[in-house]
């Protein structure tokens, strides 16, 4: 199957493209996914081209579906079909719905009446699969009266349906929402698979030591974040140190994460937590301690998973 995803957006977005593609080829897709990061255009592309795929007339007549037309320039070789047409214009009346608080809202929030407009759209037959995106799922957006109007159809949306909430990260979705998707992490771009920007390959393999942090004690988890500072002291950025060991980490379970939620969800946190890193040492929090923390809450990270 190679029309899903631009090659460009597998490569900067490994694994959240990996689960998908996983998920449509074995006709196992979740009724919701929550895609998590801070990189919104990403997010943007992904649903777009899932949304476009899955709603392709060129595939459904057993041609090459519309996306495989577009070479690695972007451009279109072939006229597209109607369908992935309206998707990308934002235009298709059923098969791209967008859940978003009205721009004259004073409060910001979702208004409650345009979450039940949608239950009432999502409760007429189609013959299309209807792509719900919510931009912002953050709860002060889609609080608790929007979100419970729509709790019962994320869950059982119907086989022609399927829910993508977009949120910078776990902890702003309500509880209720977030344990009834699955959580796909998508990837900074700077901070993906950057291992081919690292300045010196000897030190990069230093920093990739194979440490298997889910089996580490704390003691060892602080001992590896003072070999990561010894590094750091030879003039590698320190964030990028953080991109490195995460990107490593990526690469081992990216393949295993597309079978296994929990893992997915695993890799979100993790790049949380690099993001939490390195956000305090853009706030001029010493290298020294920023690598500490990051250690000791990865390594406790691991050890949730282990159990
Ligand atoms: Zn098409």
């Not at 592309?45 to 579906?65: V, W």
């Not at 959580?183 to 010196?200: F, K």
């Not at 081992?252 to 929990?262: C, E, H, K, Y």
């Amino acid at each position: 199957m190679s029309g899903l995803f631009e090659k460009s957006l597998c490569q900067r977005q490994s694994i959240a493209t990996t689960i998908l593609q996983s998920a449509v080829e074995r006709q196992r897709l979740a009724n919701a996914y929550l895609l998590i990061g801070r990189e919104i255009a990403d997010k943007w592309l992904i649903a777009r081209q899932l949304s476009c795929y899955l709603n392709c007339l060129e595939r459904a007549d057993g041609k090459l579906d519309c996306q495989s037309k577009v070479d690695g320039t972007g451009t279109k070789s072939g006229s597209l079909c109607q369908n992935c047409r309206w998707i990308a214009d934002d235009k298709h009346p059923q098969a791209w719905l967008i859940l978003a608080a009205d721009e004259s809202s004073k409060t910001g929030k979702l208004a409650v009446e345009k979450a039940r407009l949608l239950l009432e759209e999502l409760s007429k037959t189609s013959q299309y699969i209807r792509t719900v995106v919510v931009p912002d799922a953050a709860q002060e957006n889609f609080h608790r009266p929007a979100a419970n109007a729509l709790l019962k159809t994320i869950e059982e949306p119907g086989p022609s349906c399927l829910f993508l909430l977009f949120a910078t990260q776990m902890e702003d979705v309500l509880p209720t929402i977030l344990s009834r998707c699955q959580v796909i992490p998508v990837l900074q771009s700077a901070g993906s698979a950057t291992a081919d920007v690292s300045p010196n390959e000897a030190l990069t393999n230093e920093i990739k030591i194979n440490f298997d942090i889910r089996k580490a004690t704390l003691s060892d988890a602080l001992g590896w974040s003072a070999g990561l500072l010894e590094i750091a002291q030879q003039g590698i950025e320190p964030k990028l140190i953080i991109d490195i060991v995460v990107s490593s980490e990526i690469e081992r379970l990216r393949g295993a994460a597309a079978d296994d939620s929990a893992i997915a969800l695993y890799l979100s946190r993790l790049l949380q937590l690099a993001e939490a890193s390195k956000l305090q040492m853009e706030h001029f929090v010493q290298p020294r301690f920023a690598l500490e923390s990051f250690a000791i809450a990865w390594q406790e990270l691991g050890s949730v998973r282990r159990h």
